[in-house]
């Protein structure tokens, strides 16, 4: 664990390190806090979509009658996520094209199906939003603190040339303040590639759920159109 003196020597390090690796630092900072507000934003999320699928498909499959439910949506009674929405478009089409008269079976299934993959699709566009500054930050950041590092150890051997006897005194705080931006590029890149693989795994879960949903959906619908 660092004391005070260890704190100070390294923010030490930092103030007099030269001007493009504070560059490269000031850019490591500023992804990082990027990356930790995408991180609890898709956070909240990914919960409030996983939460609300589990409330709607519990009440869904728990008998409720579908002219009620689709009610209770259009009218905003429910939390406007995933499922509801995917819900409320198919249905609402469903009615749409059932009303007219010549409507065959086909045109009223496929008409359905292409409302909820389109509403499928947007619901997924957004919680997949962001995903990718994440995954940019995880397989970048390193790389410019290495950039940063690299830079460093020139100048501090640069710094050496006119000098005549070189010793590890000499060198090494140029050394430390270069190796500063790839421990800031790893501290940038580690949290976000680690967020970007889980909430990866579980928006797939959810595209999932959402594909079976629609697939239940529009059997239920079909029997609801021969009826």
């Given at each position: 664990?660092?004391?005070?003196?260890?704190?100070?020597?390294?923010?030490?390090?930092?103030?007099?390190?030269?001007?493009?690796?504070?560059?490269?630092?000031?850019?490591?900072?500023?992804?990082?806090?990027?990356?930790?507000?995408?991180?609890?934003?898709?956070?909240?999320?990914?919960?409030?979509?996983?939460?609300?699928?589990?409330?709607?498909?519990?009440?869904?499959?728990?008998?409720?009658?579908?002219?009620?439910?689709?009610?209770?949506?259009?009218?905003?009674?429910?939390?406007?996520?995933?499922?509801?929405?995917?819900?409320?478009?198919?249905?609402?089409?469903?009615?749409?094209?059932?009303?007219?008269?010549?409507?065959?079976?086909?045109?009223?299934?496929?008409?359905?199906?292409?409302?909820?993959?389109?509403?499928?699709?947007?619901?997924?566009?957004?919680?997949?939003?962001?995903?990718?500054?994440?995954?940019?930050?995880?397989?970048?950041?390193?790389?410019?603190?290495?950039?940063?590092?690299?830079?460093?150890?020139?100048?501090?051997?640069?710094?050496?040339?006119?000098?005549?006897?070189?010793?590890?005194?000499?060198?090494?705080?140029?050394?430390?303040?270069?190796?500063?931006?790839?421990?800031?590029?790893l501290f940038a890149a580690i949290p976000a590639v680690i967020a970007y693989?889980?909430?990866?795994?579980?928006?797939?879960?959810?595209?999932?759920?959402?594909?079976?949903?629609?697939?239940?959906?529009?059997?239920?619908?079909?029997?609801?159109?021969?009826?």
């Open positions: 664990m660092l004391n005070v003196s260890q704190d100070i020597a390294i923010l030490s390090l930092i103030i007099h390190a030269s001007i493009v690796v504070k560059v490269v630092m000031g850019i490591l900072v500023m992804a990082s806090l990027m990356s930790w507000w995408y991180i609890f934003v898709k956070m909240f999320a990914v919960r409030r979509a996983k939460n609300s699928a589990n409330a709607f498909e519990q009440e869904f499959w728990g008998g409720s009658d579908l002219i009620g439910m689709y009610q209770r949506a259009s009218s905003g009674q429910y939390e406007a996520a995933g499922m509801e929405r995917i819900f409320e478009a198919g249905f609402k089409e469903f009615l749409k094209l059932k009303s007219r008269s010549g409507s065959d079976i086909g045109a009223l299934m496929d008409g359905s199906r292409r409302a909820m993959k389109a509403t499928f699709q947007r619901e997924l566009d957004y919680l997949e939003s962001h995903l990718s500054f994440l995954a940019t930050v995880g397989s970048v950041s390193p790389y410019i603190g290495l950039f940063g590092t690299v830079w460093g150890i020139m100048n501090a051997f640069r710094g050496l040339s006119n000098v005549a006897q070189a010793t590890l005194a000499q060198v090494a705080p140029g050394i430390a303040e270069a190796l500063i931006a790839t421990a800031i590029g693989n889980r909430y990866t795994a579980e928006i797939d879960r959810l595209a999932n759920r959402y594909e079976s949903f629609i697939e239940e959906f529009s059997n239920i619908l079909q029997r609801q159109a021969v009826a």
